[in-house]
């Protein structure tokens, strides 16, 4: 696997992880429940990825805290 290839790789799961991420936002502005948080969780998951895979603590340190909220948030719809 060349190198360009994975950082390309990286660049497309940036841009879906965003798109997911912004996706989840729009449908809580026009509360569209529970389908937010299938997008959010979506996207935070992908930049959890992107983060290991980039050794970015960054990224690590604002999205792995967000993971057991969603986890919360999906106890909460299936336990319904």
Sequence with gaps: ???SRGLG?????QILSSFLL???VLCTNINLYPY?????SSGAVGWVYIGF????RTILYNFIP???LFIVGYYLILSA
């Design 1 to 3: 696997r060349s190198p």
């Design 9 to 13: 790789d990286v660049y497309k799961r």
């Design 22 to 24: 912004l996706t989840g």
């Design 36 to 40: 937010n948080i299938f997008f959010q």
């Design 53 to 56: 895979m980039t050794q970015n």
């Design 66 to 68: 967000q993971l057991p």
